[in-house]
């Protein structure tokens, strides 16, 4: 079992930068895939960015490309991500997934074996 415990969320305003952690239990943090996925109200949770179990691969929906940084630490069991440039489209609540399965690449399909509680962004205009 693996526990997502995420923090960092708030409230900013259009232009500002927040960034996310997630911290997972367990010995075996490097041998998850782990992602961001995000839902806002009314809307399905979507994709948002994923790394490989080594970091040296990492993929973004293209709304966020550009703006958002994911990277892990596998000493810190920790997951990030960093979003710049924010715009109010990005408010939702965020979700860290890890996919002890399936490659960072296949995470945008989902199929995710575990969630986190989530974490709300705001992003005022």
């Known amino acids: 079992q693996v526990q997502l415990v995420e923090s960092g969320g708030g409230l900013v305003q259009a232009g500002g930068s927040l960034r996310l952690s997630c911290a997972a239990s367990g010995r075996t943090f490097s041998s998850y895939s782990m992602g961001w996925f995000r839902q806002a109200p009314g809307k399905e949770r979507e994709f948002v960015a994923a790394?490989?179990?080594?970091?040296?691969?990492?993929y973004y929906t293209d709304s966020v490309k550009g703006r958002f940084t994911i990277s892990r630490d596998n000493a810190k069991n920790t997951v990030y991500l960093q979003m710049n440039s924010l715009k109010p489209e990005d408010t939702a609540v965020y979700f860290c997934?890890?996919?002890?399965?399936?490659?960072?690449?296949?995470?945008?399909?989902?199929?995710?074996?575990?969630w986190g509680q989530g974490t709300q962004v705001t992003v005022s205009s």
């Open positions: 997934a890890a996919d002890t399965r399936s490659t960072a690449e296949a995470m945008q399909r989902g199929g995710i074996d575990y």
């Open positions: 790394i490989s179990r080594s970091g040296a691969n990492t």
